[in-house]
């Protein structure tokens, strides 16, 4: 065996090793609904962001992370769109004092993530903070390369180290992600450097062409035409428009639905307050009775939710779409026309998607790319990303396979023979794509290849 063959084995098995992992701990904190936006970096234990807000930071707390580290030190208020965002102190102050996280930031003498002594501290932080980790920068691009980085670092530090990834994983992933990595020369070299690899040739026309994409970093990549979040923040709308994207496509079930008009709203996200409570049982999620019932820490201070508030739980939550019952899209749409967005409303359940439900929306679909970049939303991100990859996959001819592997690098571990899997067999192996040829669009990243060698193997042992 040639030393590039042994080299290629061993990806694989340690491919192996982190699809295994990831699917046997099922933990996916970026598809909860309250944490949709973080996005989870090749391993259960670390999850990056942009600049945070109050409301997301506590929502971290809630939904099981342990630690706040950030990459950028936010020295004045910001926003993101209409949205405040405190300071990193005030960060800290609100995560260690009311959501429960240990925190800590690379010092002031660190003035860049591309160094061997950010590295170094940032390893240092890793092995004394909880896992799992949110690390946050400004965009969500500083983040994700600095933990990339210390996959890389440990990769040829620690022999036993997990997961592993090489010079070639490194741009990939970021890639996959939406980061072009691979157009900073210095990043490059300092890849090279850690590795002792060959520097990879400069990018000069980037993957992802949304040129502001940081300031709604919150969308997932998924192609440079098709990006997914979970429920989008009315204060959020104007930065998506700032961003670069054109158009929105709305999963979630409107007020009612037909035949029968029957109620259908779906849960708004509230602080302290469990998911996945059912709007409707028991006289209402939004009773005062079912909320204190559903209280995530009933011990939490009134001040968890406001210095005014006169309840430690939150009953509405207006800003995103909600009223009295729960989520209202007839309030997000009027956001949305106001806003000049083109905005298509598509409305389903997961186990109600099927080919011809997609292919009914196809030609609306088809006319909104052509505005530009478009997010398709639902809750969480998860069906919303069927419905991008469908789209991405349709229009431009890549098959299923790629589809499976696109969502697990996203974030959305798909099984195999699930219905998710079946509608993207159906819609994407039929043959029917309108991109510029027949069968898979041809794709750069390699990675992409071992990942689904990787996942045969794992059906084929039955790990």
């Given at each position: 065996m040639t030393g590039a063959a042994k080299r290629n084995m061993l990806r694989l098995m340690l491919v192996?090793?982190?699809?295994?992992?990831?699917?046997?701990?099922?933990?996916?904190?970026?598809q909860e609904a309250k944490t949709w936006w973080t996005k989870q970096v090749y391993s259960t234990h670390f999850y990056t962001t942009g600049r945070l807000s109050e409301r997301e930071?506590?929502?971290?707390?809630?939904?099981g992370f342990k630690s706040v580290f950030g990459v950028t030190n936010h020295t004045t208020p910001g926003y993101i769109g209409d949205e405040p965002v405190p300071t990193t102190d005030e960060i800290k102050q609100i995560a260690t004092e009311l959501a429960g996280l240990d925190f800590d930031i690379f010092p002031p003498e660190i003035t860049t993530y591309k160094s061997m002594e950010a590295i170094e501290y940032f390893t240092t932080a890793v092995n004394d903070l909880p896992k799992p980790m949110l690390v946050y920068c400004t965009g969500s691009y500083t983040s994700t390369g600095t933990?990339?980085?210390?996959?890389?670092?440990?990769?040829?530090?620690?022999?036993?180290?997990?997961?592993?990834?090489y010079t070639d994983e490194f741009f990939q992933i970021g890639r996959a992600m939406g980061h072009d990595?691979?157009?900073?020369?210095?990043?490059?070299?300092?890849?090279?450097?850690?590795?002792?690899?060959p520097p990879i040739e400069l990018r000069t026309e980037p993957n992802n062409e949304v040129e502001y994409y940081y300031l709604y970093w919150h969308a997932k990549f998924?192609?440079?035409?098709?990006?997914?979040?979970?429920?989008i923040r009315k204060g959020h709308v104007s930065a998506a428009l700032e961003g670069g994207y054109k158009a929105i496509v709305n999963n979630r079930r409107g007020v009612t639905s037909p035949p029968d008009e029957t109620p259908t709203q779906e849960e708004v996200t509230l602080l302290n307050i469990k998911d996945s409570t059912g709007?409707?049982?028991?006289?209402?999620?939004?009773?005062?009775?079912?909320?204190?019932?559903?209280?995530i820490d009933p011990d939490k201070p009134n001040e968890y939710i406001s210095p005014e508030s006169e309840t430690n739980f939150e009953d509405r939550n207006p800003g995103e779409f909600g009223d009295d019952i729960g989520y209202n899209e007839d309030n997000e749409q009027e956001a949305m026309q106001a806003s000049t967005l083109p905005y298509l409303h598509m409305p389903f359940t997961t186990s109600q998607l099927t080919a011809d439900l997609f292919y009914a929306y196809v030609d609306e679909l088809e006319a909104l790319s052509q505005h530009g970049p478009v997010i398709v939303h639902c809750r969480s991100g998860y069906r919303a990303t069927l419905v991008?990859?469908?789209?991405?996959?349709?229009?431009?001819?890549?098959?299923?396979?790629?589809?499976m592997t696109q969502a697990g690098l996203m974030g959305f571990h798909y099984v195999e023979d699930s219905h998710e899997h079946k509608v993207l067999q159906d819609v994407l192996d039929s043959g029917k794509c309108i991109g510029a040829s027949s069968g898979s669009k041809p794709h750069e990243h390699n990675v992409y290849k071992v990942v689904l060698v990787a996942m045969v193997f794992l059906r084929l042992f039955g790990i």
């Open positions: 192996l090793c982190v699809v295994s992992s990831i699917m046997a701990t099922g933990l996916n904190l970026g930071v506590k929502y971290a707390g809630e939904v933990v990339l980085l210390y996959f890389l670092h440990m990769t040829q530090d620690e022999p036993s180290f997990e997961p592993k990834i990595f691979d157009m900073d020369e210095d990043l490059i070299e300092l890849v090279s450097e850690i590795t002792g690899e998924v192609s440079s035409d098709w990006f997914v979040t979970g429920q709007t409707y049982e028991e006289g209402g999620r939004q009773s005062p009775e079912r909320l204190l019932e559903t209280r991008a990859l469908l789209a991405e996959g349709h229009f431009n001819c890549r098959d299923s396979d790629w589809a």
